[in-house]
């Protein structure tokens, strides 16, 4: 089917041959899908393979260190002390014997043996990570706010640590936000998101399903408290609109585009505002992201 050529085809139905051809073209896709999954699965079985043989060399180096013996002096060590030995008779036995010990004592020290470099295993999760890298999109796209309770004021790291310790891949949790007193604001990937709420459900972390950032209860700051509530919706909008640029800043270009698409569509900010390449780097050449924030501190608080 898949070598079927349109000239065999004259004589037939119409409807017969456009559904033959779209039949023809779907099978050469399902071919060239095919063959890009056996490439991608012997390229995983090199990299197991690699594994394998770098932790095998692993052990086989600590092992070798396990039952290396102490190391000989070094033929300095040896012509110092052969040094300190040989001494003139003439010299006053006393002064000879001093003078030899403490030539001795110095000859003596050895130098701290040098271990031999170990290579680095590289983990199982950067192992994921660079898989993910040379696999075919699949399965559902785009992103999604998890919210769930703080009991106090806390740290962007000491919110990853904390999850970290519950076994959230913390590389996966996107922006870290403080929306509303009480309140903390994951974003992650939404084919990473069911599982980051079942870890959650295990360790008995409310999920705050109904948590809206554009609610105006949001907004706690006193110097708002004479505002109206509509006033308050627009103020709580604003605030939520500049938490989206700077999760923006925080994020790697190539994730830091698609969320801000995410952020376009769900009416958080503008589409003037999603980066573009040109963006996200400076006038000289380097890019905007930041590694790190360490502030506790939200607007609408």
């Not at 052969?82 to 001795?104: F, R």
């Not at 004479?226 to 925080?250: G, V």
Request: hydrophobic share 40%; aromatic share 6%; glycine share 4%.
């Amino acid at each position: 089917m898949a070598n079927l050529q349109i000239g065999n085809m004259q004589g037939l139905p119409t409807e017969l041959t456009s559904f033959l051809t779209t039949l023809q073209a779907q099978i050469m896709n399902v071919q060239n899908r095919t063959d890009q999954l056996e490439q991608l699965a012997a390229e995983n079985a090199r990299l197991t393979t690699e594994l394998d043989h770098a932790r095998t060399t692993i052990a086989n180096l600590q092992k070798q260190l396990g039952s290396q013996s102490t190391p000989e002096k070094n033929f300095s060590e040896i012509s110092l002390s052969n040094s300190a030995g040989a001494v003139d008779p003439h010299i006053n036995n006393k002064e000879s014997g001093l003078e030899a010990s403490t030539w001795a004592s110095k000859a003596s020290v050895s130098l701290p043996a040098i271990a031999p470099k170990v290579p680095t295993v590289p983990s199982a999760r950067r192992i994921a990570a660079s898989v993910r890298m040379f696999a075919l999109p699949s399965g559902p796209s785009g992103y999604e706010y998890v919210y769930i309770p703080r009991s106090r004021r806390l740290k962007h790291k000491e919110v990853r640590s904390s999850l970290r310790t519950l076994g959230v891949d913390s590389s996966r949790l996107l922006d870290i936000n403080f929306p509303a007193r009480g309140v903390i604001g994951i974003l992650v990937h939404v084919q990473y998101a069911d599982t980051f709420k079942a870890k959650l459900t295990t360790a008995s972390v409310e999920i705050l399903d109904a948590f809206d950032p554009l609610d105006p209860d949001n907004v706690a700051d006193p110097k708002y408290a004479s505002l109206s509530t509509h006033e308050l919706a627009n103020t709580a909008a604003m605030l939520h609109h500049d938490r989206c640029l700077q999760a923006l800043q925080f994020l790697r270009p190539h994730v830091a585009i698609p969320v801000g698409h995410f952020f376009c569509e769900e009416g958080w900010i503008s589409e003037d505002k999603i980066p573009t390449r040109t963006t996200l780097t400076n006038a000289t050449g380097g890019s905007l992201f930041k590694r790190q924030r360490s502030s506790s501190v939200t607007m609408s608080e």
